[in-house]
């Protein structure tokens, strides 16, 4: 729970708070006295009777009523201290800074559980154990820095990780990125990130809140709230960005050794942000450098890409971010015709207009301010990035000062790229303290712009039955009586009652059945060993097949493979190979994979992910971010695949998963495009019941 006693506290007493600055008890005291904190500040220390300026009590029983109590002594002392407090004290929330709790032994998960329990029963809200703290224009309750400028309009920023919000801060600060509050959770034993995303929600107000969050997470605890608030709240004009950490196997272990948390699949985090509408990101300077994005004027949209206009006097710089530009689908249009040629005559002799703009290393501030007017005046233009640092040879205090009229006075968005971090120090500071954002490394900027602008908007939550049998997909499902991978025909039945076209096939451990099969659909046809998962691994596969003789010498062949208890015989057809996969992740539920098929996923692992249940827009969004995307939109004069047959049979599938949980992992592997059409070939289907 989220109170008021905790956000806005007329009263503070920090519980271990001391003189020495260099300890979390000092720095505690200390930030809370120079971020201006207005209420009544208290201290227990008792060795002390005065810490920094405040009468220290020496015992937490002479406290008077206190609202928020902040802890920052040993673990073991800690629940004693919250049952004396809140029985005694009133005290209705607790920021326990302390560590040595379940995140390191089973003792400490017991001191953790105690302070739990006696939270719920006051009903306190509880911030840690194990955390930084938490930081709010309110109250400076954290013992660390930065202290990042508090501003309304800030980011609101979520962390399971003390250490690492300290290090995004380190990031942020350093491009002016301002903060509305700073929430580290520690254990997350009581208010988890989806509980403060919970919070932020039900009392959102557009007027006064901040509308971009920024996450860090190592552990989804409920994957089903996060995915409900974090959509209600981009419903509602917030933009949300997330790093979530611990995604591959060693990742996960890393994850663990901190926290105690459980990674998730690293395909059911993709699916899940994709459906939220999460701007996922993959490092601290990735997540400051959306968050910066996200907090300037939003971008047009516009079919084929957005055009980017780039003023420069370093042409390296300008390449770079060109070329980064273009590989995330943005694009940088060359500037012809009478205005870019005047354009030309106002700038130095040899200046460029061809865009980058190159306003050359001679360049001054007002070569910059009418390159960014011509900018302005371009239709097709619809953002300016500008690029500009120096040798540390002059002062460039006027040129920032050009620039920071004309992000006032465009109506197109303005990216600064300034690089002298370091010999143009003061000017870039100066720049900043206006409340402005710095991109100082242009490649990376375009990367965080390629993430917001390949995010999809939050997906309906609606299940589309439309074409999909489920009282049949029911009937199937429970006259299947043991776990395990199911038979052909029941594979073929259930694909069947989703509205997935599948090949004709037959399956028998007759031969005669299967000859006549193949007459009645004609050749060339296909047969492959029933019984063994990995049919391929046992030579259980033939294509290709033209005659009778052949086939029968094959059905002989497989028969005698172990475990073969029949053979399936079908129709052999050519196309584009397709994959669709699902898995069953527990706590997320079903998240479905669609690719290329062959090499794209076996080598490649070129698959992108949603959650079923899945809208048509979840499933254009996910076959268009593929990286094979234009083999299937068709290259060098081959036809592309019917794009909304594949959405189609995806959407299908997911909804089948809905209404089949029992369905613990299967995949299509090939789907095969030919034309207009697209036929399952191969499946298989792993029930648990």
Not at 13 to 23: D, E
Not at 27 to 53: H, W
Not at 193 to 206: C, G, K, N, R, S
Not at 238 to 258: D, L, Y
Request: glycine share 8%.
């Amino acid at each position: 729970m989220i109170n008021k006693q905790l956000l806005q506290p007329e009263s503070i007493v920090v519980i271990g708070g001391s003189n020495n600055v260099h300890k979390p008890g000092g720095t505690v005291v200390r930030n809370l006295l120079s971020g201006g904190y207005e209420g009544t500040l208290r201290v227990v220390n008792p060795k002390e009777d005065e810490v920094q300026g405040i009468k220290a009590f020496h015992d937490a029983r002479e406290l008077p009523p206190t609202d928020l109590a902040i802890l920052v002594v040993a673990a073991k002392y800690c629940p004693d201290y919250v049952e004396l407090l809140a029985k005694e004290k009133q005290v209705r929330a607790f920021i326990i800074i302390s560590a040595g709790f379940s995140e390191e032994t089973h003792e400490g998960a017991l001191l953790e559980q105690r302070i739990l329990d006696i939270c719920d029963q006051y009903c306190c809200a509880l911030i840690g154990p194990n955390c930084i703290g938490l930081l709010t224009r309110w109250h400076h309750s954290v013992f660390t820095r930065p202290i990042p400028n508090l501003n309304p309009k800030g980011v609101d920023f979520i962390s399971g990780s003390g250490a690492t919000a300290v290090f995004i801060l380190e990031s942020a600060v350093s491009k002016g990125l301002q903060f509305n509050s700073v929430w580290s959770i520690g254990n997350g034993k009581q208010n988890g990130i989806e509980t403060v995303l919970e919070y932020m929600d039900e009392h959102f107000d557009a007027e006064r809140d901040s509308l971009v969050k920024l996450l860090y997470i190592e552990n989804i605890a409920d994957p089903d709230k996060l995915l409900y608030h974090a959509t209600s709240l981009i419903k509602k004009g917030c933009r949300i960005a997330a790093i979530k950490a611990g995604s591959s196997q060693a990742g996960s272990r890393a994850a663990s050794s901190h926290t105690g948390a459980i990674a998730s699949s690293d395909s059911a985090v993709e699916a899940l942000f994709r459906k939220a509408g999460i701007v996922r990101c993959f490092s601290r300077e990735e997540l400051t450098t959306v968050g910066c994005i996200l907090c300037l004027p939003p971008l047009p949209q516009r079919e084929g890409g957005l055009n980017f206009a780039i003023v420069t006097h370093a042409g390296g710089p300008g390449v770079m971010l060109t070329d980064a530009l273009s590989k995330g689908g943005m694009n940088v249009p060359p500037l012809t015709g009478p205005v870019a040629e005047e354009l030309k005559e106002k700038l130095l002799p040899g200046s460029s207009v061809a865009n980058p703009i190159d306003i050359l290393a001679t360049g001054t501030a007002e070569h910059l301010g009418i390159a960014i007017d011509y900018c302005e005046r371009m239709e097709d233009i619809d953002a300016i990035m500008v690029i500009f640092g120096t040798p540390g040879l002059v002062k460039i205090f006027e040129v920032y000062d050009v620039l920071h009229k004309k992000i006032q006075e465009c109506k197109k968005p303005i990216f600064p790229i300034l690089p002298s971090v370091s010999t143009a120090g003061p000017e870039v500071q100066e720049f900043l303290k206006r409340g402005h954002v710095n991109f100082c490394d242009e490649v990376t900027l375009a990367t965080a712009l390629t993430q917001i602008m390949k995010t999809p908007a939050p997906a309906e939550q609606n299940v589309v039955i439309n074409g999909v049998d489920v009282p049949q997909i029911r009937r199937i499902i429970d006259g299947i009586e043991d776990d395990g991978y199911i038979l052909p025909n029941l594979v073929h039945e259930l694909l069947s009652a989703a509205g997935i076209p599948t090949v004709p096939e037959f399956v028998s451990a007759d031969k005669d059945e299967i000859v006549a099969f193949a007459e009645r659909v004609g050749y060339p046809v296909v047969v492959k060993v029933v019984g063994p998962v990995h049919k391929s691994d046992v030579g259980g596969v033939t294509l290709n097949i033209h005659s009778q003789q052949v086939l029968s010498a094959e059905f002989d062949r497989m028969m005698q493979i172990p475990d073969a208890t029949a053979v399936m015989v079908q129709k052999m057809i050519r196309g584009t190979e397709l994959f669709i996969g699902a898995k069953y992740e527990p706590r997320f539920g079903h998240v479905v994979l669609c690719g290329l098929g062959g090499i794209f996923v076996e080598v490649l692992k070129d698959v992108s992910s949603g959650l079923a249940p899945l809208s048509y827009e979840e499933a254009y969004s996910m076959i268009r971010s593929l990286r094979g995307y234009k083999i299937l939109k068709g290259t060098r004069g081959q036809r592309g695949i019917n794009e909304r047959k594949y959405a189609e049979i995806i959407v299908r599938l997911s909804t089948l998963l809905r209404f089949a949980t029992e369905i613990k992992e299967m995949d299509i592997n090939p789907l095969l495009a030919d034309g207009d059409d697209i036929i399952a070939v191969d499946a298989r289907i792993l029930v648990e019941k």
